[in-house]
C-alpha cells in the first residue's frame, strides 16, 4: 500500500516542517515541501497529494490570511485534523562564533520581534537584518563570522550550525495551529470541532442572532474572526470554530436556523480536537 503524500509549506528547518515532521510521527506518510500555502491547497484540490498541512493562526498574531482566504473560497477542501505547535525560537551561528562576538542578527520580521527583550538584553549593539524566513536566515550564514541567526531548532540541525541560546522568546505560551486539509471528510469521534465561514445579512442585529443559534443550544463557540470578504466594501467573512461535529448540529435544526440570517455558509469541516497540552505546559 503506498504511503500517505502529505504536502506543506517550505522551506525546510521552518516551524512549518516541525509541525509536518510531528504529524509524520503520528501518521505514517511522506512529505512534500511546497513554496507557498495557496500551492499546498491546490495540489490537495487536484489530487496531486492526499493532505496538506498549512498554518490557520498563531496566538500572538491571530489568523494566517492566505490560509483563511483559500479555505473561504476553495471546492472540496475539508479540515481533516489539526496540529498545535510551540514557536521555540533559537540563536545559532557557525561554531567559532561566540555570543560577544555576535554583529549581525538575521531572522524572519516575526521573529526579530517575537525575541525583542533577548536581544536588547544580549545583542542590544547587533544590527536586525529581516529576511523572508528564519530557515534562509539560518542557511546564509555560511562564511560569515559575528553573524548569527534566529531560527527553530530544526534549522541549525540542517545547515550545521551551533545552538548558542533556546526558548529566546518573550512569550512561552506562543505557538502556531496548523490544520490538515484532505477532501474526505472525517467520522464523528466524540471529541470533535467544527469550522465553518459564512456572511450575514446587512440588517442590525444579525451577529447576535446567529451566535444567539449556537447559544440556545449549548455549543461552545471557541473561535471567531472576521476578514474582508475582498469583493464588496463592507462585506465580511466570519470564521467560526465550535465543539462537537457538524452531523450532530443537523439533528438540532441549527442550519436550518441560520439560513434566515446569512447570504453564504461553506462548512471547513469537523475533525478531532487536537492535542494542546505539550503547548501548554
Same mark, same amino acid.
Given at each position: 500500500m503506498?504511503l ?11 516551524f512549518s ?7 509524520q510521527?503520528?501518521v505514517?506518510c511522506?512529505?512534500c ?12 484540490a ?11 493562526? #498563531? ?9 483563511l ?20 525560537q ?18 524572519h ?24 524566513s528564519?530557515?534562509?536566515?539560518a ?10 541567526a534566529?531560527?527553530p ?10 545552538m548558542?541560546k ?8 506562543n505557538a502556531? $495551529?496548523?490544520?490538515?486539509?484532505s477532501?474526505?471528510e472525517?467520522?464523528p469521534?466524540g #471529541? ?10 446587512? $440588517? ?6 446567529v451566535?444567539g443559534?449556537?447559544? $440556545? ?5 471557541? $473561535? ?21 461535529h457538524?452531523d450532530?448540529?443537523?439533528e438540532?435544526?441549527l ?12 462548512m ?8 494542546t497540552?505539550?503547548v501548554?505546559?
Amino acid at each position: 500500500m503506498a504511503l500517505l503524500k502529505i504536502g506543506y509549506l517550505g522551506p525546510q528547518g521552518t516551524f512549518s516542517e516541525e509541525a509536518a515532521l510531528l504529524y509524520q510521527g503520528k501518521v505514517e506518510c511522506c512529505l512534500c515541501e511546497y513554496p507557498t500555502i495557496g500551492s499546498v491547497i491546490k495540489a490537495v484540490a487536484a489530487g496531486e497529494i492526499d493532505q496538506g498541512l498549512v498554518p490557520l493562526e #498563531n496566538r500572538l498574531e491571530g489568523g494566517v490570511g492566505a490560509t483563511l482566504d483559500c479555505l473561504s473560497t476553495s471546492e472540496g477542501i475539508l479540515i481533516r485534523n489539526e496540529v498545535y505547535h510551540p514557536i521555540r525560537q533559537c540563536l545559532m551561528a557557525e561554531d567559532e562564533t561566540r555570543l560577544g562576538q555576535i554583529t549581525v542578527v538575521l531572522s524572519h520580521p516575526h521573529a526579530l520581534g517575537q525575541c525583542a527583550k533577548f536581544i536588547d538584553k544580549h545583542l542590544s549593539k547587533a544590527k536586525l537584518l529581516p529576511v523572508e524566513s528564519t530557515a534562509a536566515a539560518a542557511k546564509s550564514l555560511a562564511g560569515k563570522p559575528g553573524y548569527a541567526a534566529i531560527a527553530p531548532r530544526r534549522a541549525a540541525e540542517l545547515f550545521n550550525l551551533k545552538m548558542l541560546k533556546e526558548g529566546i522568546e518573550d512569550n512561552k505560551e506562543n505557538a502556531t $495551529r496548523f490544520v490538515v486539509l484532505s477532501s474526505v471528510e472525517q467520522k464523528p469521534t466524540g #471529541n470533535d470541532k467544527t469550522s465553518l465561514v459564512l456572511t450575514i445579512l446587512d $440588517r442590525p442585529g444579525s451577529l447576535y442572532r446567529v451566535l444567539g443559534c449556537f447559544a $440556545r443550544r449549548g455549543i461552545n463557540l471557541t $473561535r471567531i474572526e472576521s476578514r474582508p470578504s475582498r469583493e464588496i466594501i463592507g462585506d465580511w467573512l466570519f470564521f467560526i470554530d465550535c465543539e462537537g461535529h457538524s452531523d450532530e448540529f443537523s439533528e438540532t435544526g441549527l442550519w436550518q436556523e441560520i439560513n434566515s440570517e446569512i447570504t453564504f455558509i461553506k462548512m471547513l469541516g469537523s475533525y478531532p480536537k487536537g492535542e494542546t497540552d505539550s503547548v501548554d505546559n
